[in-house]
């Protein structure tokens, strides 16, 4: 069992800036996300994107963003679990939590902060008979170790930037690599619409288009795939169909643990500190609501930093925090490191 003083539940840009709020105040944080990679939204769908709200930062690539955060909580030292999506929670005699995941996975947290997002992001699956036959057996949504597909065949569907930047990657893995999407024009990145011209050009990206996956074929794994390709079909041998059609958030099994929903979200106290029905749950980020609630990044961030104070409040009771700007205090990582502002040379001038 995973022990921790915070359980945080997503690990989008609100989750992660949590962990740095929290490690000022000495409680330590471990992140459980349903994506194989830390930064929600921002990695998995628009990495590449620039962001302009960002305070400080005129102009910030999401994925840059997300390199960021990692880099300032890193000496805060927070656990990662990725890849697992919470699945039940039970509240023990102390007051504190037990989250089981959907492979079983336990964590004990005094607090538990949901940070989801739009919810738990799910793939949006292709409707194609008997696709649910081949998951786990050639049919990945997600790539979490690149490794898997050494030296293999792989099909790539799709048209946006996962689709486009994952083609690019699997020519130095792969041993052949086919990109099919239903128009000949993509939506992504212009560096990445560019790249993959040029290993096109090459022979190192066989480019199908316009056309579209309409049959699985194979016995106990995928063996290939039937494409229709301007009304004429054919079938194309492959060792994985990687289907990358973007992501659809759902509040998942959260929405069974008795809190207080509205519209697909939770309903938390923003007059205080986004504590949840339930005492010592909190919610922040985009999956709560509250009257007057923005789903911005920066509101997320500031929705942390309250909530961090609360579960101070909660991990210890009757301990009293005096707030101090990290101008004047530094930063202290349980790791041994320290971040502070130089001190003041005292010299008199004559």
């Known amino acids: ?35 194989p990679q830390a930064g929600g939204q921002l990695s998995e769908l628009y990495p590449k994107k620039p962001i302009y709200d960002i305070p400080g930062f005129p102009e910030v690539l999401a994925g840059d963003l997300v390199d960021n955060l990692m880099e300032q909580i890193k000496q805060f030292e927070p656990g990662f679990t990725l890849g697992e999506r919470a699945e039940t929670i039970v509240k023990q005699e102390d007051g504190s939590f037990i989250v089981t995941s959907n492979e079983g996975t336990e964590f004990h947290a005094k607090v538990v902060a949901i940070a989801g997002g739009l919810g738990s992001f799910e793939p949006r699956k292709p409707l194609i008979d008997g696709i649910a036959f081949y998951e786990n057996k050639g049919i990945k ?17 799709g048209g946006g930037d996962s689709a486009l930047d994952w083609s690019i990657f699997l020519t130095d893995v792969a041993s052949e690599v086919t990109l099919i999407h239903r128009r000949n024009e993509f939506r992504g990145a212009l560096d990445s619409v560019e790249k993959v011209q040029e290993l096109k050009d090459s022979g190192k990206i066989r480019m199908i288009t316009p056309a579209e996956v309409v049959g699985l074929n194979g016995a ?131």
């Open 1 to 35: 069992m995973i022990e921790t003083d915070i359980l945080i539940i997503g690990a989008g840009p609100t989750g992660l800036f949590a962990v740095f709020e929290a490690g000022l105040l000495k409680l330590k944080c471990h992140i459980l996300d349903a994506l």
């Open 141 to 157: 949504y997600f790539i979490k170790d690149p490794e898997e597909f050494r030296d293999k065949r792989v099909v790539i569907a």
């Open 220 to 350: 106990e794994h995928i063996e290939s795939i039937v494409i229709d390709e301007n009304g004429a079909q054919r079938t194309i041998p492959t060792d994985y169909f990687i289907p990358l059609f973007g992501l659809t958030p759902k509040l998942g099994p959260i929405g069974n643990w008795g809190l207080e929903i509205e519209k697909n979200a939770i309903k938390v106290n923003n007059a205080l500190d986004y504590q949840t029905n339930i005492p010592g749950i909190f919610a922040i980020g985009d999956v709560n609501t509250y009257p007057g609630k923005l789903k911005l990044i920066l509101c997320g961030f500031h929705e942390a930093t309250l909530m961090c104070q609360a579960a101070y409040q909660i991990i210890n009771p009757g301990k009293r925090y005096v707030l101090k700007y990290t101008t004047v205090s530094g930063v202290d990582g349980f790791d041994g490191t320290r971040k502070e502002a130089p001190k003041a040379v005292v010299k008199a001038i004559v």
